[in-house]
């Protein structure tokens, strides 16, 4: 729920076709579907695509399958209600306190709805749904950018590609002032002739600086946090918080790596809109690049599987969920193997790719915030959108 905007994507898992007819059929749910969650994290809401690749899904316990009638209702006008603070606040006023907070199918039916005639409610899904089509497309864009930048990476300083095309007389795949900064051979350690393995330490910069909640008092702060982090790909900066512990000062052009559960993937380029003060929950590592490296390198280095399956050797904790990385530890490990010019050229074509990522992320943003301001003013009929023809205006009631 979440990872793909509107729609249900995956990862699914998986029960066979018995256990599906003997015991799962009243948790069925189609391509089409609404689906609701009932309990934990109430407020989910998310749409299984219509070129689903299942013709059955199975709902768990903790949500539910919504199916609109066509002749009553559009369906993504529903999706949008079930979003809107309208029903939010239904949700609240509704929630079963006993054990863990949630609704159920009977309060769902129960909610009371005034809705606008099917016509409208289309052009209302239409508009806010144009939106969410152009924050879709900048997520899918920034996977495919984030994966070159990283397929880059690791045939440079990983699999040493264009050094093991050389040895086998393959022909030039990079321009030819890329081409010559790779030797043609490997050494006796396997690595390319003439480069070095680095520390961290000694391509990382590793900031500890905290400050109290005292000292933030009265200022303007983005605060990037492992919760805001976790809620969705396009990464949430914590505003209008009361900050309660103490945080890490982020500098300009860091990267952030979790040190909680290395298991799960956690890098972060923070970007602010503007100055404010930067800082970060303590589970964050904050890094700068240094020497000849860049903040591009040090990114897709946290991002590589091999670096992923070396963190996972190096957690301290006996608990599995609390598992954490040790810095001392983690800045002595040798990380990267190179030398100082195919670092800053590495830097040089991947920073385009990396800022284009960001670009699209701000501009995610500001899509998020005003179909998050149009959403409520749409479904209450404060504001109306009005389709005559080819032609569509907005007037206010």
């Known amino acids: 729920m979440g990872s793909g905007g509107r729609s249900i994507v995956g990862p699914f898992a998986y029960v066979s076709e018995k256990k599906f007819l003997d015991t799962l059929t009243s948790n069925a749910a189609e391509p089409g579907d609404i689906i609701v969650t009932q309990r934990g994290t109430l407020g989910q809401v998310a749409i299984i695509p219509d070129k689903a690749p299942h013709e059955k899904y199975v709902v768990s316990q903790s949500q539910m399958a919504v199916r609109v009638d066509p002749e009553k209702a559009d369906r993504d006008f529903v999706y949008y209600f079930l979003t809107s603070p309208i029903f939010n606040e239904y949700v609240e006023r509704a929630t079963i306190q006993t054990g863990v907070p949630h609704i159920n199918l009977g309060l769902l039916r129960d909610a009371e709805v005034v809705w606008p005639p099917i016509p409208e409610q289309k052009v209302i899904s239409a508009t806010l749904g144009a939106l969410d089509d152009k924050i879709e497309l900048n997520r899918k864009m920034n996977e495919t950018l984030d994966a070159m930048a990283r397929a880059l990476f690791r045939d440079w300083f990983v699999d040493f590609g264009p050094t093991r095309a ?61 919760p805001a982090f976790d809620k969705g790909q396009i990464p949430a900066i914590d505003q209008g918080v009361t900050i309660k512990s103490n945080k890490t000062f982020v500098p300009r052009d860091a990267v952030l790596l979790s040190k909680l559960n290395p298991e799960i993937p956690r890098i972060w380029m923070p970007e602010a809109p503007d100055q404010r003060l930067q800082v970060c929950s303590t589970e964050f590592l904050a890094f700068t690049a240094k020497g000849e490296a860049g903040r591009c390198l040090i990114f897709c280095l946290f991002s590589d599987d091999r670096f992923r399956g070396m963190l996972q050797g190096m957690v301290t904790g006996t608990s599995k969920s609390h598992q954490r990385i040790s810095p001392p530890s983690l800045l002595n490990r040798d990380v990267v193997v190179g030398k100082p010019e195919a670092f800053s050229m590495f830097e040089r074509l991947v920073s385009p790719l990396l800022e284009r990522v960001r670009s699209n992320r701000a501009e995610s943003r500001t899509l998020a915030q005003t179909r998050d301001l149009l959403l409520p003013r749409l479904m209450s009929g404060e504001l109306r959108v009005v389709a005559d023809g080819q032609r569509m205006e907005s007037a206010e009631c």
């Open 166 to 226: 050389k040895m086998e007389g393959r022909p030039a795949y990079l321009s030819k002032d890329l081409w010559s900064l790779f030797p043609d051979r490997l050494d006796e350690e396997s690595i390319p002739d003439g480069w070095n393995l680095f520390k961290l330490e000694q391509i990382a910069e590793y900031h500890t600086k905290t400050t109290s909640p005292e000292g933030m008092a009265h200022l303007e702060v983005e605060h990037f946090s492992l």
